[in-house]
């Protein structure tokens, strides 16, 4: 499941503004009460500009928020004029003799301390600044201003208002139109006055004297409130956001105070879908278009609302809203309509009611909306590029769900849930007059569906209902291009210089064409099997069916009651193109892929990760539950050959000459895209994340290990689970004999720190009695010094189990001895798949 991603505050392409439409907007709000409406109050924000009468000369102003403190050690302030009585902006400038502001910011983590130091080249934040640009709807003005009027703090500075409001009028509007959708949400808020302090958000845009233009950010209706970035070309010259650091703000870690609340819940869907031919013809060569209308019923938290934000693909247009059958408001940001269409992108929009709702109530949204979500692939190929965000959705809480899907006689589709109704159109009307419902019987966090011209095998376990389709024809891009090969006649060879061509005989060869069900049957199987394993391990699945359908490309999907399976992975080994074909890749696409999708039926649709930082829990689960898959299938060794690819996958130096593993903590989540290291994320997320499993496992026993995810999928069950969640749990876990503090090492090493290193045993046996004696140190390498992991020494013997002593390493040699019965006949470190360490 792709986890939402930061947003760049990247200025992006603005509409122009018709100066005569801004007047009559202006005069509109003059007269404007408390019925503002959105697009009003967000165009008032745009054009609020600086106020040259609020601008003042300031010495040693300083101002705390949460981890970031702020000085304006000697400079200018400029206020920007107020919105509905607020100021919402503030321009700090140092351009005086001996002027300075600075900023100081201290990641609380030493994983994110080494973020910050990967970037900056320093751990904490401590930049002199030549000026700020604040945007913000918390409590900064005022606070500013309590200081500004304190004795030698501040003076007004007339004579600078007019200068600085020429000099910065234009930056500020173009900083502060990335925020009017956020602005609008604060600003409207029924509870404005308790919520300012709370809830408000603060934006800083710097000019650093050493490291260039920089961001800062507590939001806190953000997951983690506190981020700093920074704007960067890359090499390949598209811009890209460097997260430096991205962390829970003071108050939370301290418990003072607690993350907000949504303010609304979306309990139930019903959607009612139209799927059209783009020309009306869905033989042709073109996408699918989709025309719905989603009803979503919500429920309001504890306080009032008047302002409702959503997120919807950006290649869908909503066209319009209705709250309770009245028609409402749709706000999108002016700034983002100059983006590209992808379809896998959201785009944000708020819906605003003239009236508040009332806390506790309930109310249903309706939206028309429509865009073209579906491109073709080939005949009868569709691939479905919103797959998660077809519909207008806010926040991923679970939701009951009841689809309609109006769509062409020749196409079969699929959809989470229930079948409970289906009309089978008519052949000869090429328009959508086939019908299926689809409800689901328990909540799910988001509804997908596929279509195509599909072949289908149900698999037969009682109590289950598993159907796996394939597409009847293959997809234009796995078609294999025909060879034209040289054929030389024997007498003349290749000489340098001679045209070879005109004499050799020019042979086409037509390589075979994949059949697009040819291990349909082998997967439906695989996909029960699985399913069954691990029904058996951990509990109850998301939902008691399965659909398994074809997705174009090289990756899957799992969706509740729903996975998108690659459609390399219904064609026969030898008849995949060439870059699946590598032995690692033959595996992923006979047998881990499918499992791993239906592991998300626990691991991400049962349980679900609380924010970027825990995707890797779900998704190095999915991964290591379809190797738990695999080994009871294939056997031990295979899953021992595996760890030891994804162990050389880290290792494997990327174009900066450092391990892959070295790019990050794991808890960096998407953060780790924006490495050196193209693959750095794949590989540290799955395999990585695969390996901190099987550590695990080997601490715990087979027998604790399972114990353990049952537990989490029972403790877990349709919440969120967060790194330090899971630490909790581990813990409960760990053997007698093994201490709880140990848990905490294994997370702090492996899961929030990097390091792979490598190990060294030297030892001893001696007799000692009428016993042996084996004594011996491991010694650590290629790591940091505060790195510590435990290592298994394995005590072989003739006849019986070996024994085994844990031993923690440190920068010094750790040593470890033991007294055992018989001479060993072997002693080494259990490291091959035990732990994940260099050989050496
Ligand atoms: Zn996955």
Known sequence: ?????????????????????????AAALRGASDNVTGAQLAQSIRDAGLDQEECYRVRDLSYYKEDIKLYFHDGYLIFSKPVRGERLSVVFTADVEGGDGEIILFPPFKGERQSMARFTQ?????????????????????????????????????????????????????????FDLRLVIDLLNPNRESARSREGLLFGAIAGKTLGNFDFVDDPRQEQQ????????????????????????????????????????????????????????????????????????????????????????????????EVDGKPAELLFRETSRGKALRPDQNEAFVVVVSEALAAASDHVLKFQHEGSVISFAGKGVYFVEARSNWYPQSGFNFADYDLTFHYPHALTLVAPGDLKEEEPGSQSDN?????????????????????????????????????????????????????????????IGLRPGRNTAASAASVTTLPVVPDPLGRLREVASDVSACFQYFTSLFGPPAMNSLTVAPVPGSFGQGFPGLV??????????????????????????????????????????????????????????????????????????????????????????????????????????????????????????????????????????????????????????????????????????????????????????????????????????????????????????????????????????????????????????ATFSATIQDLPVKVALGTGTTVLAAKK
């Open 431 to 491: 328009s959508e007059s086939k019908i299926s419902r689809y409800v689901t019987p328990v909540p799910i966090r988001v509804a997908g569906f596929n279509l195509g011209q599909y072949e289908k095998v149900s698999g037969n376990d009682p109590g289950f209902r598993v159907d796996v389709y394939g597409n009847r024809n293959l997809e234009y891009a796995l078609v294999p291009k025909p060879r034209e090969t040289l054929q030389l006649p024997n007498s």
């Open 122 to 178: 320093s751990p904490n934040l401590d930049e002199h600044f030549n000026a700020a640009l604040l945007v913000f709807s918390d409590d900064t003005a005022r606070q500013l201003y309590e200081q500004i009027t304190q004795e030698g703090v501040g003076k007004k500075a007339l004579e600078m208002g007019p200068l600085l409001r020429d000099q910065w009028d234009s930056v500020v509007k173009n900083v502060t139109e990335n």
């Open 564 to 813: 998108y399976l690659s459609t390399i992975a219904y064609i026969e080994p030898t008849e995949r193109p060439a870059f699946a074909r590598s032995l690692q890749n033959q595996v992923f696409f006979s047998d881990l892929i499918e499992a791993h999708e239906v592991a998300h039926q626990w691991w991400g649709n049962v349980v679900v990760s609380a924010g970027n930082q825990d995707e890797w829990i779900m998704e190095g689960l999915a991964n290591y539950s379809a190797m738990m898959w695999l080994e009871k299938k294939k056997g031990a060794k295979v899953l021992e050959q595996l760890l030891q690819q994804y162990r050389d996958d880290l290792l494997t130096k990327d174009q900066t000459g450092h391990p892959i593993e070295a790019a990050g903590p794991i808890t960096w989540g998407y953060r780790l895209e924006a490495s050196d290291s193209a693959s750095a994320w794949r590989v540290i997320t799955y395999e990585k994340g695969a390996w901190i499993y099987h550590m695990i496992r080997k601490r715990l026993g087979d027998e604790r290990f399972l114990k353990m995810l049952a537990e989490l999928r029972h403790r877990y069950e349709f919440k969120v689970v967060t790194t330090e969640g899971f630490r909790a749990l581990v813990k409960e876990y760990v053997p007698p004999k093994v201490s709880k503090n140990s848990v905490d090492l294994f997370f702090d090493n492996w899961v929030y720190s990097t390091g792979v290193p490598s190990l060294k045993l030297s030892y001893a046996v001696k007799p000692a009695a009428k016993q042996w004696k084996v004594s011996g140190t491991i010694e650590q390498s290629a790591v940091d010094n505060d790195f510590t992991a435990e290592v298994p020494v394995e005590i072989q013997f003739a006849k019986g189990p070996s024994q085994i002593v844990w031993v923690e390493t440190s920068d010094e040699p």
């Open 1 to 25: 499941m792709p986890a939402a991603r930061m947003q760049g505050f990247q200025s992006t392409v603005r509409l122009l503004v018709l100066p005569a439409l801004a007047l009559l907007l």
């Open 226 to 321: 506190i981020l700093a970035g920074q704007m960067k070309d890359r090499s390949n010259g598209e811009p890209q956001y460097d997260i430096w650091t991205h962390f829970s703000a003071r108050s939370i870690r301290t418990g003072s105070g607690k993350p907000l609340e949504e303010g609304f819940k979306v309990r139930h869907y019903r959607i009612e879908a139209s799927i059209l031919g783009m020309s009306g013809d869905v033989s042709g060569s073109q996408g699918l278009k989709l025309r719905g209308v989603t009803e979503a019923t919500i429920r309001l938290g504890k306080n009032s609302l008047r302002v409702f934000p959503f997120e919807v693909s950006r290649a869908i247009q909503v066209k319009s809203v």
